[in-house]
């Protein structure tokens, strides 16, 4: 009866972990000292859990271990203790994968794992991309980039490419040097219960970035960043994994100089249904963006129960305090990187495609700036409905107003203009409904119309008025 008992024991503390295996990175090599390049023991710790057909990688509290270059494997959990660090070197000649394939000037790989299933980076501890390092001067608003040759050495925190199953759960990730968790043709993916502290001076720091991904759920997030918190594209370099798709984004608050929740700007497939609901955007660029600049389409996204605060930066930074940005441009080629990777193989002129079926429901805006939706031409984008939308418009800073930006496009990217409340321009089957525009205390010199409309087919205003706060 006993032996009974103990089986039954040890069955039960398998199905509640207890039996993992754990491999403490420490009894690999590791020292811990925060000077130490601890990569060849984080990495042998990892190699023997795979080994072993998957366990805990343990990172130990009380202790900072820096680190270059690593990759994952399947069946792995890395889990970094509360009190526990792992810290990318500062040595840039350790930085040599690119994190683009063929294209080495958008820099490297910290981080990786390719071909992965069953991964999870879990714990209440710290990877920090020491991004500071990799940085040349300190601006107003930014850092200026330290000119490079033919590899920008930059490394993107996490880069996980083609992988199946991963849960990102507790961790704090921060100071990474440009794009911090980068997922690339991924599949069933849970983000919970993460802080992600950038630098907002820092360029293409985005937090998210979520390239040719499925079925994918970020929830329970707090990020700031100085590039995009959370981005859904499709870029050109890894175009065999298709459409991004399926996403659901809930209870995140963010903070972003450029902007917190961006849909597109690289697309050459197809962005579609996604839902975001019940986010907390406070003291951003943009808020809300939908930027299609290449051929790939965007359909089918539903906004919810949005709070949004924005402000005017500096021209460093694409966007000009608008609320809600939705916009179908093709891109710009002057620009040699653009020319080179960005525009499809052996052409030197991309299109732009559609923008349909978007949906922004009980939102809340505050800025400097109005709802801002322009294309090229009318067939580009359409049925674009708001419903309960509130924009108050109100100087917060000394930062010039009165421009919108389509920004990076092979039109004029700033137009100086008086800013409407909601702008709309070369659309069709627009819909506003019970919703207002309220002129702050501090109305700005630049307002202009609470509607405009230019070239639009097909606008309906219903239950919409327009106010003035004075307090």
Not at 185 to 193: A, E, L, M, Q, Y
Not at 252 to 268: F, L, P, R, V
Not at 335 to 356: C, H, M, S, T, Y
């Amino acid at each position: 009866m006993k032996i009974i008992y103990f089986i039954a024991f040890i069955m039960l503390m398998s199905l509640n972990g207890v039996a993992q295996e754990k491999f403490n990175i420490k009894n690999y090599g590791a020292i811990g000292d925060g000077k130490t390049n601890d990569a060849i023991a984080i990495q042998k710790a990892i190699d023997a859990c795979s080994a072993a057909g998957g366990g805990q990688v343990l990172v130990p509290a009380g202790h900072v271990f820096l680190s270059g270059p690593f990759n994952l494997k399947s069946f792995i959990e890395l889990k970094v203790e509360a009190g526990a660090k792992i810290l990318a070197s500062p040595d840039e000649k350790v930085y040599t994968k690119s994190a683009f394939r063929e294209n080495k000037g958008e820099g490297t790989i910290w981080i990786g794992g390719e071909k992965l299933e069953q991964v999870s980076i879990t714990g209440n501890g710290i990877i920090d991309g020491n991004g500071i390092s990799f940085m040349g001067e300190e601006l107003k608003d930014s850092y200026v980039l330290k000119p490079f040759n033919i590899i920008d050495p930059r490394p993107h925190l996490l880069t996980l490419i083609g992988c199946k199953k991963l849960n990102i759960e507790g961790i704090t990730f921060q100071n990474s040097a440009y794009w911090t968790i980068h997922l690339i043709g991924c599949n069933d993916v849970s983000i919970s219960n993460i802080t992600l502290l950038n630098s907002i001076k820092i360029r293409n720091s985005d937090g998210i970035d979520l390239d040719h991904s499925k079925n994918v759920r970020i929830t329970n997030c707090y990020i700031e960043s100085g590039d995009d918190c959370i981005c859904l594209k499709n870029r050109r370099e890894y175009e065999e994994y298709g459409a991004c798709e399926n996403i659901v984004v809930s209870n995140c608050t963010m903070t972003s100089s450029s902007c917190a929740i961006k849909i597109g700007s690289e697309n050459m497939d197809r962005i579609s249904n996604v839902l975001i609901n019940n986010c907390n955007i406070r003291n951003s660029n943009r808020g809300i963006g939908i930027q299609n600049r290449d051929e790939g389409t965007v359909s089918d996204i539903i906004f919810s129960n949005l709070l949004i605060e924005s402000k005017l930066f500096t021209d460093v930074w694409w966007g000009k305090s608008e609320p809600i940005y939705v916009t179908a441009y093709s891109r710009a080629t002057a620009n040699n990187k653009d020319a080179g990777w960005r525009l499809p193989k052996g052409q030197n002129k991309g299109k732009v495609g559609d923008i349909k079926n978007i949906y922004f429901s009980n939102i809340r805006c505050i800025g400097e700036s109005g709802v801002y939706v322009s294309a090229e031409s009318q067939d580009k984008i359409s049925n674009v409905n708001f419903d309960q939308v509130s924009i108050q418009i109100n100087k917060s800073t000394n930062e010039i107003g009165g421009f919108y930006d389509r920004r990076p496009s092979n039109v004029q990217g700033l137009i100086e203009s008086k800013i409407a409340g909601f702008y709309f321009e070369n659309a069709a089957e627009i819909n506003l409904s019970n919703s207002e525009v309220i002129w702050g205390p501090n109305k700005p010199p630049y307002a202009g119309k609470a509607v405009e409309q230019k070239n639009v087919s097909d606008l309906k205003l219903t239950n919409f008025r327009e106010g003035n706060r004075n307090k």
